[in-house]
């Protein structure tokens, strides 16, 4: 894609704030009514960072600039312009802060000052297509097309391969419901941009919009082959997917989406809702959490995060909640549980008996300190840990120079969880002595067991530059990087770990893991299988192994290893329900069940378990054990969209409308920008001739989908039903709009312009279309019959 917004933030600056961010240690230690109000923005912070960065630079304008683009993603208007007007008193020529400026007088809803802005940076920059476009977009806004069109015309004749311009006219012909003619202008911009990716991402959101996610995905895989960069390529693959009903082809789009950029907020709330919808309240809590660190003051996501915060507290009793790093995932995917590798993504040993040592010499002290140094060596050896701090305490008070007594002081500490005064001795060790590399490797544990991942991570770098061949400053580096999202970094690190040292058994299952998540399965098995020579009995190693197989769908390999697991920890629950999934595969419904029973006996009941029971169920045919079972999963995980929409769906094909409204109402309360939960409420009001209600539904369906034509079709039923036959022509004509080749749409109207409206001409039109496109219609005699009297009478 050509001419994007400038960029010219140094890498280091971006550095740096990250680091002062934790620096700055913006930690809350409160309760609350509201969990959500915990959860600090992420922005504010970077805010007050750039803020402190502009006082000791004044005359850089990136500052200020970056500083408003933050206000204005957090729809804060009036401190945006401030800001931006800040830059440009700078640099009255810097474009990013015209083009800003100019979109958030648009956002506020100063239309003229918006396009007095973008005229200057058209001025500026005139063979930069973006205030053109900018501009076009403010005139579209107050309806004025033509300026609009006039607008974007020129943007594409400055620069033709510049995909936003036909995106911009696209979307007008859209509005005007002329869908081919929004098509043939993208694919117009994808011809003379010469394949860009932004073209394929434009043509990919397009489809998406009506309702073909099979084009949509096509399109959306040749941007992201274009350019695999780009988070929200994966992301609208993500949304393509859940559309196509792939949820774990979807989770793993968004987990990319999240992985090229932290921030992206919309990756994680998605990635929350798919595990809430599994009944995967940790996960969920994890996942809202980092969409809210970049996006708090959103009521609906704050509202998602406080309800899987509450369910888990409920749950605390019964679920294993002591080390975070040691929950199995109970997601229904089988291949996602990257979120539990449990003791693998530990930091390595932290006892004193662990003989990773300082390679540097200890600084010389005085003959006093010395003395107590050994004093303190002497009880600590005999594990008197009390009298071992004290007698380093004598030490450095006597020289504080003594790198060494502060070092083991801080072990000690280390060892009995006192964290915070292991961080001060280790802090002053380093202090003292900046070549004490085992005290920056300890100091740099500390910082990843409080999750400050940059900080651990600048300690370990240091360990690692004064002891270059320590294996496990590497290896517990590289999980500091995981927690960054650097899993390029990560990987780096791990191999450079069982380089200098082979044993080193979870380096090897953390590289599988990792490319078990980017689908690379043949080299995950490679370092599972390095890690299962050293740990034939670890079960997780196992686990892995057979999760990797099952993603390649060989699933009796898959499932010997799953056994393998259970047998050597019969408390395994992932493994009892991920074969439970692999039966269900091969449609061994009865022999699933009990596997998934086991697995909910193992979490003390559980909603995941209890939705793939049902699910086995409807494929036996037992609908009332089904619809018991998905009862189950809801009443271990009121929140579980899903199973609403399947109860709901059971309850509809059984006739039992009241009961099957009242399970897509809680669905539409769970998920109430679910096009999917409003529409299935629409068709059951349908049924029970609440025409109102079920049209008011159709209508929200079709703002959050407005080109689904089975919305508009189901609408036209409606109003016909009603007998208001004008609005349902409308509604069956919008509907063809969409997906012209629809026989039954043109049976609709050719019935109603017949018998109600007495428009013969449009009558004869719609029924000749029904022949022509089913000619062997089952009512083909009836509809002749009805043409011949028609054409007869014109």
């Known amino acids: 894609m050509y001419y994007r917004g400038d960029n010219r933030i140094r890498n280091a600056a971006i550095a740096g704030i990250a680091i002062l961010l934790l620096a700055a240690g913006y930690f809350t230690f409160f309760s609350s009514s509201d969990p959500a109000d915990e959860i600090r ?104 097309l033509d300026k609009a069109l006039k607008e974007y015309r020129t943007a594409q004749k400055v620069a033709p391969e510049d995909q936003e311009s036909y995106k911009n006219i696209a979307d007008q012909k859209l509005k005007k419901g002329d869908i081919k003619g929004a098509i043939a202008v993208l694919e117009e911009g994808i011809k003379n941009g010469k394949g860009d990716a932004e073209g394929f991402y434009n043509l990919g959101a397009l489809y998406l919009k009506m309702n073909r996610p099979g084009d949509a995905k096509n399109n959306f895989e040749k941007a992201i082959k274009s350019d695999p960069r780009k988070s929200r390529y994966y992301y609208a693959l993500g949304d393509s997917e859940m559309m196509l009903g792939n949820r774990d082809a979807a989770l793993e789009a968004y987990k990319k989406a999240l992985a090229l950029d932290g921030t992206s907020w919309a990756a994680a709330e998605k990635i929350g809702d798919i595990y809430a919808g599994n009944g995967d309240y940790e996960n969920a809590i994890k996942y809202y959490k980092k969409a809210l660190e970049y996006n708090n003051r959103d009521k609906g996501l704050r509202d998602k995060y406080s309800r899987q915060y509450n369910i888990k507290k409920k749950n605390d009793d019964s679920e294993r909640t002591a080390n975070a790093v040691n929950d199995r995932d109970n997601t229904v995917n089988a291949v996602d549980t990257s979120d539990s590798a449990g003791q693998n993504e530990k930091i390595t040993d932290t006892a004193l008996d662990d003989k990773t040592g300082n390679n540097q010499p200890a600084n010389n002290v005085s003959k006093d300190a010395q003395n107590w140094r050994e004093i303190g060596d002497r009880h600590r050896n005999s594990r008197e840990f009390d009298d071992a701090l004290k007698a380093y305490a ?117 590289i599988g893991n990792i490319h078990l998540e980017s689908k690379n399965h043949s080299e995950a098995l490679k370092y599972f299988s390095k890690d299962l020579e050293l740990r034939p009995d670890n079960p997780d190693t196992n686990f892995k192994v057979g999760e990797t197989y099952h993603e390649m769908k060989s699933y009796n390999n898959a499932a010997g290893f799953y056994q393998k697991t259970i047998s050597l920890d019969p408390q395994y629950y992932q493994a009892y329900f991920n074969l439970g999934l692999i039966s269900q595969s091969k449609k061994n419904w009865s022999e699933s069940i009990p596997l998934f029973q086991k697995a909910s006996e193992l979490k003390g009941g559980d909603a995941a378990s209890f939705y793939e029971i049902g699910k086995a169920y409807e494929g036996m045919n037992d609908e009332m054990k089904a619809i018991e079972s998905y009862e189950k999963a809801i009443e271990n995980n009121p929140s579980y969209t899903n199973a609403y929409i399947n109860l709901g769906r059971m309850y509809y094909n059984k006739k039992i409308f009241d009961k099957a409204a009242e399970q897509f109402k809680k669905a539409v309360e769970n998920s109430p920008k679910s096009a999917m939960a409003h529409y299935n409420l629409a068709n059951v009001y349908r049924e029970m001739k609440m025409y109102d209600e079920a049209i008011e539904e159709y209508n929200i369906t079709a703002s959050i989908n407005p080109v689904d034509y089975k919305t508009y079709f189901d609408m036209g039923v409606t109003y016909k039903n009603q007998n208001s036959y004008d609005r349902a022509a409308s509604s069956f004509e919008k509907s063809l709009q969409i997906n012209a080749s629809q026989v039954e749409a043109h049976e609709e109207l050719g019935m109603i312009y017949y018998r109600n409206l007495k428009n013969n001409q449009k009558a004869i039109y719609h029924f000749e279309k029904v022949l022509s496109m089913k000619p062997n219609h089952p009512d083909a005699d009836k509809i002749n019959s009805i043409l011949n009297l028609l054409k007869g009478n014109k």
């Open 41 to 144: 923005d992420a922005r504010l912070e970077a805010i007050e960072s750039y803020k402190a960065i502009f006082k000791l630079e004044p005359a850089n304008p990136e500052y200020p600039y970056k500083i408003a683009e933050l206000y204005k993603s957090m729809n804060d208007l009036d401190n945006a312009i401030k800001y931006y007007h800040e830059a440009l008193k700078i640099d009255p020529f810097n474009y990013p802060a015209l083009i800003g400026l100019g979109h958030a007088y648009a956002l506020a809803g100063d239309y003229d000052k918006a396009i007095e802005v973008y005229e200057r940076a058209k001025r500026n920059k005139p063979k930069n297509p973006q205030a053109y476009n900018k501009t076009g977009n403010v005139y579209d806004q107050q309806n004025e």
């Open 394 to 510: 004598k030490a450095v008070e006597l020289d504080k120079n003594d790198d060494y007594s502060h070092y083991w002081r801080g072990r000690i500490y280390f060892h009995n969880k006192m964290y915070e005064q292991a961080k001060e001795s280790f802090n002053k060790a380093t202090s003292a002595n900046p070549k004490n590399s085992d005290a920056w490797y300890r100091l740099g544990q500390i910082q990843y067991l409080e999750k400050s991942y940059n900080q651990s991570v600048q300690s370990f770098n240091k360990a690692i530059a004064n002891d270059p061949d320590n294996a496990k400053a590497y290896f517990d580096r590289g999980l500091a990087k995981l927690k960054q999202n650097d899993k390029s970094g990560a990987m780096n690190d791990f191999q450079k770990a069982v380089q200098i040292d082979s044993k080193l058994d979870r380096a090897y299952f953390n």
